[in-house]
T-cell receptor, first 117, second 112 residues
Framework: DTEVTQTPKHLVMGMTNKKSLKCEQHMGHRAMYWYKQKAKKPPELMFVYSYEKLSINESVPSRFSPECPNSSLLNLHLHALQPEDSALYLC????????????????FGAGTRLSVL | SQQGEEDPQALSIQEGENATMNCSYKTSINNLQWYRQNSGRGLVHLILIRSNEREKHSGRLRVTLDTSKKSSSLLITASRAADTASYFCARSTTSGTYKYIFGTGTRLKVLA
């Protein structure tokens, strides 16, 4: 199973709402990532978890709050977002544990398309 | 910007032709990868090339890396309509972190 599952596929929220994005993988990967992607732009790294600990935060505003409850799950909690936060949010995972470069290959979910009104 | 630059930004070719896209970057790399993204979907890993490698093949894909010029190219031979997608290079720095920086991408359209 090389699948990363993201839910929901689409999300519309108001600026005062609180919502969460969910990501799940069962490949035994120990590194998990959140990316933000605007239309016709490359993915931009937001957060990286390694062994369930936050290892990289790319100066993301606090209205985005990541959480890694266990090695298979990654959440992104959203609160008081702005319309400019509308984007495709991608989750990815990689082995992160073995030696060698196989650990660097990322497996992506299909993304959550978020619209902030 | 730390982003790698890719060119061309967009490429339109006929089925059966070869497609070449290029990626340039500014700092040293540990390895460089290429990913494909179908419209509005997740990315799919295509190929990884290490900094000490010059060329790698995978099926109809050929990747080259020139660390002296800080550039890489992806060649897709005998293209098919199903190859229509955006292609991104992603580089890992020598710091050994999990940080990947994606290039600006090339939107490839293969006409049947």
């Amino acid at each position: 199973d090389t699948e990363v599952t993201q839910t929901p596929k689409h999300l519309v929220m108001g600026m005062t709402n609180k919502k969460s994005l969910k990501c799940e993988q069962h490949m035994g990967h120990r590194a998990m990532y959140w990316y933000k992607q605007k239309a016709k732009k490359p993915p931009e790294l937001m957060f990286v978890y390694s062994y369930e600990k936050l290892s990289i935060n790319e100066s993301v505003p606090s209205r985005f709050s990541p959480e890694c409850p266990n090695s298979s799950l990654l959440n992104l909690h959203l609160h008081a977002l702005q319309p400019e936060d509308s984007a495709l949010y991608l989750c990815a995972s990689s082995q992160g544990a073995s030696s060698g470069l196989a650990k660097n290959i990322q497996y992506f979910g299909a993304g959550t398309r978020l619209s902030v009104l | 910007s730390q982003q790698g630059e890719e060119d061309p930004q967009a490429l339109s070719i006929q089925e059966g032709e070869n497609a070449t896209m290029n990626c340039s970057y500014k700092t040293s790399i540990n390895n460089l990868q290429w990913y494909r993204q179908n419209s509005g979907r997740g990315l799919v890993h295509l190929i990884l090339i290490r900094s000490n490698e010059r060329e790698k093949h995978s099926g109809r894909l050929r990747v080259t890396l020139d660390t002296s010029k800080k550039s890489s190219s992806l060649l897709i031979t005998a293209s098919r309509a199903a190859d229509t997608a955006s292609y991104f290079c992603a580089r890992s720095t020598t710091s050994g972190t999990y940080k990947y920086i994606f290039g600006t991408g090339t939107r490839l359209k293969v006409l049947a």
